[in-house]
C-alpha cells in the first residue's frame, strides 16, 4: 500500500478488502476497525495504517483459530489417525 493515500473511504476499504461497503459500515460502527467522520456530512475515512492494523489483527486472530481448532479431515488431526 505504498502509494496509497493516508485516509481511505469505506468503498476504498471494501475494495482491498475485496467485501462489500456494508461490511465495511458494519466493522466501524462496532469499533472493529478504528475510522473518523469528517466534514458536515459525517463522511467516514480510515486511515490507511488503521488498516494494516486491522489486518495484521485478523491474522493473529486466524492463527489463534487454527491452532485451537485443528483441521479435521478423514479422522485425523495433524497428521495423527484419530482411531
Do not use: C
Not at 29 to 35: Q, V
Not at 37 to 50: D, P, Y
Request: aromatic fraction near 8%; avoid cysteine; glycine fraction near 8%.
Amino acid at each position: 500500500m505504498a502509494d496509497t493515500p493516508r485516509f481511505l473511504t469505506l468503498a476504498d476499504v471494501a475494495e482491498i478488502l475485496n467485501t462489500s461497503g456494508a461490511q465495511v459500515y458494519a466493522l466501524v460502527r462496532r469499533g472493529e476497525l478504528p475510522a473518523i467522520k469528517i466534514g458536515g456530512r459525517g463522511q467516514w475515512r480510515v486511515e490507511a495504517s488503521q488498516l494494516e492494523s486491522y489486518i495484521e489483527r485478523m491474522y493473529d486472530q486466524t492463527r489463534t483459530f487454527v491452532k485451537e481448532h485443528p483441521f479435521v479431515e478423514d479422522g485425523e488431526v495433524a497428521g495423527e489417525r484419530l482411531d
